[in-house]
């Protein structure tokens, strides 16, 4: 870590620590175990700017809503991530996080207006493996009298009521996301993620259906780190065994990626560049096609949460803790074949054959 990222990370917690002493009150804090009462209103916390990120904590609202007496639940979200939360059939609001004049602490408009809710329970997403101050001291901040729920972490666990520590039984971040609400939500909790019903436009629409007569599948190079994406030539692999068993790669690309797919695309003959797509098109397009081979990123928890049979491809990434292992997904750490100098291409090739001979081929009208 480079000196100035590391005094800013010191910076954060020496804030942490006064901001839990000036905002102490005396009985705030729960010990482990005790009961709590049925909340009526939750305030889901997580500020993070990356769509797989806000997609993680679907499961969470998934095990509130299906509570014997399910509680209005709000979820205040990074403003780059909104949209894709936005019309979750199982929040009952979105707020995109204001940051203006956030010095100013509860007096900022953003905080300001979020006390007035008086959520009964206030719950910091973040992870145990890096402390989120920000989200830590947002969460107490916007819940002066709720209980704040959050990872046990120091030192932002001293702004919480009540802190979770860890599963030691697994790392994977969608199931220790959700084993924040077990406080509240004893038994065994919701873990798969989930995305609204897609809405597109009248043209993608007919686009979508001008294909739908023959089996198709997804195939996303992309991602927003690239010293963690698969190179192209591999995705052309990966779009070649798709052809063999008998689908017609359709090659998506964000902001910024159109060349990477094209290049794709031009070393695959047979295969298809998409059209460009917003995140309800993209998933439309995941759902209609029914299979996904893609990097560890975004578009691989959006094919996860609607349900589209995905192959990850990790490179250099933790794989146990980000991927999505239960049936019909499939994640492949490809690290090792790269660092051993082996053909990265074949490889690939011959886990998407593996893969897609396993899934149904089916066209988008099925």
């Not at 049925?38 to 305030?43: A, D, E, G, N, Y």
């Not at 120091?154 to 702004?159: A, E, G, H």
Request: proline fraction near 11%; hydrophobic fraction near 45%; charge should be positive.
């Amino acid at each position: 870590m480079v000196w100035h990222k590391r005094l800013e990370l010191w910076a954060k917690l020496a804030l942490a620590l006064v901001a839990s002493a000036l905002l102490w009150r005396p009985g705030r804090r729960r010990k482990p175990g005790t009961p709590l009462p049925s909340p009526r209103r939750v305030l889901l916390v997580r500020l993070d700017n990356r769509v797989g990120e806000a997609l993680l904590t679907t499961p969470l609202l998934s095990t509130l809503k299906a509570a014997p007496q399910p509680p209005e639940v709000h979820v205040l979200v990074h403003s780059k991530v909104a949209r894709v939360l936005a019309g979750h059939p199982e929040a009952d609001r979105i707020i995109p996080f204001d940051r203006r004049l956030l010095w100013l602490g509860a007096l900022a408009p953003g905080i300001r207006a979020l006390r007035h809710e008086h959520y009964d329970v206030v719950v910091d997403c973040s992870n145990w493996s890096t402390p989120s101050v920000t989200s830590a001291l947002i969460s107490r901040l916007v819940g002066p009298r709720a209980i704040v729920i959050g990872p046990h972490q120091w030192p932002v666990r001293y702004l919480h009521s009540l802190s979770v520590p860890a599963r030691e039984d697994t790392s994977r971040e969608v199931l220790q996301r959700v084993h924040l609400l077990s406080p509240l939500m004893p038994g065994v909790p919701h873990q798969g993620m989930s995305f609204r019903p897609p809405q597109v436009s009248d043209s993608f629409r007919s686009w979508l259906d001008a294909g739908s007569s023959s089996p198709r599948a997804v195939v996303n190079p992309g991602g927003r780190l690239g010293w963690r994406r698969i190179p192209p030539e591999a995705f052309a692999a990966a779009a070649r065994a798709l052809i063999a068993s008998g689908r017609t790669p359709i090659v998506t690309w964000g902001p910024g990626e159109e060349e990477l797919a094209r290049s794709v695309v031009a070393s695959a003959p047979g295969s298809q560049l998409a059209p460009p797509t917003n995140i309800d098109e993209l998933a439309a397009l995941m759902r209609s096609a029914g299979l996904t081979v893609c990097n560890n990123t975004g578009p691989m928890h959006l094919s996860v949460a609607v349900g589209s049979p995905t192959l990850g491809l990790f490179f250099r990434m933790d794989m146990a803790r980000w991927g999505h292992p239960l049936p019909p997904h499939r994640m492949v750490d490809l690290t090792p074949v790269v660092d051993s100098g082996g053909d990265l291409p074949a490889r690939v090739f011959e886990e998407v054959s593996a893969f897609a001979s396993g899934v149904p081929v089916r066209t988008s009208a099925s």
